[in-house]
């Protein structure tokens, strides 16, 4: 199948800009600009059905519909802060396709009737962000960007905004914050972006994918579009896997294809043929799912994907063999959401810091099963209370791994006399384990 | 003075935004901070609130929030090991174990010629290319992916000659 998203996979030199041009590229942006309203752009995009990359899957075209209506500025925001472990497509795509991602921005913009547009990338991606700046550069040279474009009157910039590490600043409203120069934290909602988003003005935020996919629906039409993939889930998916596989990456396919034909047709198959334990769809925050056949044979599309139980979210998707000690993830996951709370509530931030230190001590097999129970319960008090969902994040995998995998905690504990053997000494992957 | 030294750098960050949102700019320019002085230090942090005309204070708590910043002198290169999950399936504890006992230090510490301080640090968007690293110095940010003990500690002498 050719890429929609991963493009340069088929064009050698694609983050070339006359390369990108000689392949058609912003064409799309020029037609938008010169030959149709906003309202039309934003007709398309909903008609082709796709939905936001980020995590939650909302229809794209149907999120810029929202926008309060006679304001005098509208913003378009760019979300490529990417920090959920097991993200790594959106760098992919501003290293090796950055002019489709910066044309679908300004696509965007248009649709929105904004004259600025920025580019909010995670500090980490200095590197890629200086790269953004001489892409951008390249384009108010050429004309793409600047006063007057085509000679109409429309005005458009863009620019690149860089945080300083923390995954909150993910969560778009906590971005927003970040962006006019405060601590990331999550505002309360409502108002939403659309109403009253970057300095109060009314903003459309997506995500990177999301964006790079906008100038080939408008050069192709929406029902091309929709023809890619399965209803209600249009288009392709970069799916990044990791962990256990042999060939971890990023792999785009249209919605539908299998979880077993990922791991075993595309990425390879497990390292030493051994079985999968256990998988993650949406990074460190998704439901633990074990690697059953039922599993595996589940469609990656957002509805097969909820009809489990849980969310295709980015598609950061995380296998684990038999090897692992499931106890030992979800102290790896703890970790992380207690790191990156923002402080801002109390049940995340009391809640992840007392998760975590039950967890330290399973991993030191100083825990009682009444303390494993202690965690089950604390994870469901932090459950629904929290003012954004990082909270909820830290609970998904705790409780669902628990539900699943609760042996691989059990063995931890002093007093669990089913233990045939003495647990290992460290919280580390068990080597010799047999299938749990 | 930064103000002085950065002048065009501070003013084409300042154009990215609304003449009345300066404060948009309290990130890039504390990144140019540290680049200057090594960490942010308070005269930087007085320094910066001036010229985006906020408070010292509120500069201070963007410092305390955000991971990539630092309020005091650490080693001269951030060697970050990701030992996230993703990473730690493909063995990026062990790494970092192993890379800390090469250079005599714990997890976290500085070595003791005062070059590197080796931190372990979530996920940075590398996962399928584990073990990796990230060095933070003066110059900025750099990837170093699909690492050995031995490849990172090349990288390392080679960052200490400078
Ligand atoms: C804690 C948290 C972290 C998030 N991190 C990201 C992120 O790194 N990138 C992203 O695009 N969306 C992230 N999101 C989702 C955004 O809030 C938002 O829904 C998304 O950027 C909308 O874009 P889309 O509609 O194109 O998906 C995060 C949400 C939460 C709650
Ligand atoms: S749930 Fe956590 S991250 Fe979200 S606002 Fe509350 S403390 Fe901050
Ligand atoms: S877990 Fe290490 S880069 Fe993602």
């Known amino acids: 199948m050719e890429h929609i998203v991963l493009r340069h996979r088929d064009i050698p030199d694609l983050h070339k800009l ?62 490529s802060d990417e920090s959920e472990p097991g993200t790594f497509k959106d760098r992919e795509i501003m290293e090796k396709n950055p002019f489709q991602l910066l044309e679908g921005i300004m696509i ?66 906590a971005l927003l914050e970040s962006l006019e120069g405060k601590l990331g934290q999550p505002r309360l909602k409502p108002p939403f972006p659309a109403d009253k988003g970057l300095y109060e003005m009314p903003t459309v935020v997506n995500n990177t994918e999301t964006l790079t996919n906008v100038p080939m629906i408008i050069t192709k039409g929406a029902e091309w579009y929709k023809s890619i993939g399965v209803p209600n889930s249009a288009g392709t998916k970069v799916m990044c896997v990791s962990g256990h596989v042999n060939k971890p990456g990023n792999y785009e396919f249209a919605f539908g294809l299998t979880l077993r034909q990922l791991i075993y047709d595309h990425c390879g198959g497990v390292p030493s043929g051994k079985k999968v334990k256990a998988v993650m769809l949406s990074g460190a925050s998704s439901v633990v799912l074990s690697g059953s056949d039922d599993i595996l044979d589940m469609a990656l599309d957002y509805d097969s994907v909820a009809k489990k139980g849980s969310a295709l979210g980015s598609a950061s998707i995380i296998v684990m063999d038999e090897t692992v000690d499931m106890s030992w993830v979800l102290l790896k996951t703890c970790r992380f959401f207690k790191h990156e709370s923002c402080g801002k509530c109390t049940p995340c931030r009391e809640g992840t810091y007392w998760m975590l230190n039950i967890m330290e001590r399973v991993g030191k097999n100083q825990v009682t099963k009444a303390d494993i129970d202690l965690l089950n319960n604390v994870a469901s008090q932090i459950q629904g209370k929290c003012l954004c969902p990082l909270g909820e994040f830290a609970v998904t995998p705790m409780l669902s791994g628990l539900k699943i995998f609760r042996a691989d905690f059990d063995s931890h504990a002093t007093d669990a006399k089913a233990a045939a053997k003495p647990a290992p000494a460290k919280a580390a992957p068990k080597k010799e384990a047999v299938a749990g | 003075m930064l103000a002085e030294k950065y002048r065009s750098q501070i003013e084409s960050t300042l154009a990215k935004y609304p003449a009345d949102q300066k404060r948009s700019a309290v990130m890039q320019l504390l990144y140019i901070a540290q680049s200057e002085y090594g960490y ?103 990837y170093y992916e699909n690492q050995t003990v031995e490849s990172a500690a090349k990288v390392m002498e080679e960052l200490g000659k400078k």
């Open chain 1, 18 to 79: 006359d390369v990108y041009i000689k392949n058609g590229g912003f064409e799309a942006f020029k037609k938008v600009v010169t030959t149709m309203k906003p309202e039309e752009v934003i007709k398309v995009v909903q008609d082709s059905g796709l939905r936001g990359r980020g995590g939650a899957g909302f229809p794209t075209g149907t999120k810029w519909s929202f926008l309060t209506k006679n304001r005098p500025t509208y913003y378009v925001v760019c979300n």
């Open chain 1, 108 to 173: 965007a913009a248009y649709a929105a009737k904004a004259n600025v547009a920025y580019n909010y990338l995670r500090g980490e991606f200095w590197q890629v962000a200086k790269f953004q700046d001489e892409c951008i550069a390249e384009l108010r040279a050429q004309g793409f960007l600047g006063k007057n474009l085509f000679g109409t009157n429309y005005s458009l910039d863009v620019f690149t905004h860089l945080g300083a590490g923390a995954y909150i600043c993910g969560e778009e409203s």
């Open chain 2, 40 to 142: 942010v230090t308070k005269e930087a942090m007085q320094e910066v609130a001036d010229i985006l005309e906020i408070e010292p204070t509120q500069v201070a708590s963007i410092v305390g929030f955000y991971s990539l910043y630092y309020d005091h002198k650490a080693g001269e290169h951030h060697i970050q090991v990701c030992t996230d999950l993703p990473c730690a399936l493909r063995g990026a504890d062990k790494f970092a174990e192993d890379l800390c006992a090469k250079f005599g230090v714990k997890l976290g510490d500085t070595t003791k010629d005062g070059k590197f301080t080796i931190e372990g640090v979530m996920c940075l968007a590398a996962c399928d290319k584990a073990p990796m690293f990230q060095v933070q110095n003066k110059e900025g940010i750099k």
